[in-house]
């Protein structure tokens, strides 16, 4: 791993909460990342996230942005988290004002930081020279205009991330010639997991366990996935008045209990670790959920020969999403969007699987030579600073 550009920390004056904005790299003066909140988040799993949008960004093909994140170390769902975001955006204000382009994560939602966004004049944080440049300019008013659209009835922006998740298991799964039908267990049901499980089912997978911060929910004939969907709260938590009377109910702790042939972690980090990667029964993991696997995990998974296909291929499309109308890389409408994901997704999956079966290694050791970001430069100050001359 190598070591972060810039590292902040934040104690909020009125809770205990505590958090960090960490940059990776900057390109162009540009970095962008998203915002976790989550009582069990630390100043190294920040670390370890924004590096990951590092490569996550080159992965996406732009040569506008590197990666950063933030996070909060408190219970998202406290009457008073929309507040302790509030203070910790106010407090990197400067940053997010220069060029440190914040999103949505775990436990955020993007209207908020919006919102808050918004009260200081900001809609997507921009470079000084980007706020004088009419064609960003414009692309932020097609994204915008982009975020109130729909596709299969749901907002673009809640599909993109996972759609993209499910295109890259689909690839992953026909370049092992896995057989028709799989059977997919997903952890977590938020706005990744849920669009995942939904695009999956459209195309014929079986959906035989499905997690969420409170249950396990399973059948080996297989979910209704859109049902499940209609019903699930903002939390991504499902609603168990509507499941099937032949549905069985379990803790979230048996997910990797649950027999099937690809395995998607859409939650939490460091999931799949030295004391479970031993009974995971799939032959494929995809990575929806950022960093899911511990690196002791890895060694486990990597020795018993599960194909893997990496976080910062498979759940790019929140970010390739905003890239791509911002800068002009596609037409502006939700079909482009979509194609455009499904493209990139099948793409880099199915290059990363070619290249690592062409040299008989671990997929996610060939995916860091593949996408690994090389750009390092500063963020940019809208007047030159004598005292840096
Ligand atoms: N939202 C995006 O566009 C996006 C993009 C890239 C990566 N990611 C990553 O995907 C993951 C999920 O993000 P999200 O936006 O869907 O979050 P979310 O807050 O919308 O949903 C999180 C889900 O995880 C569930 N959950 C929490 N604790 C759990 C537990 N112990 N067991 C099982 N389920 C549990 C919650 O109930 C919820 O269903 C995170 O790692 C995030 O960094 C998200």
């Not at 915002?35 to 996406?60: D, F, G, N, Q, W």
Request: net charge negative.
């Amino acid at each position: 791993m190598s070591k972060p550009h810039v590292v902040i920390e934040w104690n909020d004056t009125e809770t205990d909460a505590k958090g960090w904005l960490v940059v990776h790299n900057f390109v162009k003066g540009y970095t962008g990342g998203g915002t976790r909140m989550h009582p069990s988040v630390t100043k190294e799993e920040v670390i370890r996230l924004a590096e990951t949008m590092a490569y996550k960004y080159v992965a996406c093909e732009s040569d506008t942005t590197g990666g950063c994140k933030a996070g909060i170390a408190y219970d998202y769902k406290a009457p008073d988290a929309y507040d302790v975001l509030r203070r910790f955006l106010i407090a990197m204000m400067p940053y997010i004002d220069t060029g440190v382009s914040l999103g949505a994560d775990l436990g955020t939602n993007y209207e908020d930081i919006l919102n808050i966004f918004n009260e200081f004049g900001i809609d997507i944080p921009l470079t000084p020279s980007m706020k004088n440049d009419l064609s960003v300019l414009k692309g932020i008013k097609q994204f915008d205009d982009l975020l109130e659209t729909r596709v299969d009835g749901i907002p673009l922006n809640d599909v993109v991330t996972g759609y993209g998740v499910a295109f890259s298991a689909d690839e992953a799964w026909k370049f092992k010639n896995g057989k028709d039908e799989a059977k997919v267990v997903i952890q977590g049901f938020g706005s990744v997991g849920a669009s995942c499980a939904l695009k999956l089912y459209e195309l014929g997978y079986q959906v035989v366990g499905i997690s969420d911060a409170n249950l396990l929910v399973t059948c080996d004939e297989g979910l209704d996935v859109r049902k499940l969907f209609n019903h699930k709260n903002e939390h991504g938590e499902m609603n168990q008045h509507y499941f099937e009377p032949h549905y069985t109910v379990m803790s979230n702790t048996e997910w990797l209990d649950v027999d099937c042939d690809i395995l998607i972690p859409c939650a939490l980090e460091d999931v799949i670790n030295q004391s479970n990667a031993n009974i995971v029964k799939a032959s494929l993991i995809v990575e929806a959920a950022n960093i899911p696997i511990s690196t002791e995990g890895d060694e486990i998974i990597q020795k018993r020969g599960i194909d893997v296909v990496n976080d910062y291929i498979v759940n790019i499309g929140a970010t390739r999403f905003s890239e791509a109308v911002i800068f002009g890389l596609i037409d502006s409408n939700p079909k482009a969007v979509v194609d455009d994901i499904e493209k990139l997704c099948r793409k880099n999956t199915h290059h990363l699987f070619t290249e690592a079966k062409r040299q008989n290694r671990y997929q996610k050791d060939v995916a860091h030579e593949i996408f690994k970001p090389e750009i390092s430069d500063l963020l940019e100050f809208s007047k030159p600073y004598e005292y840096l001359t």
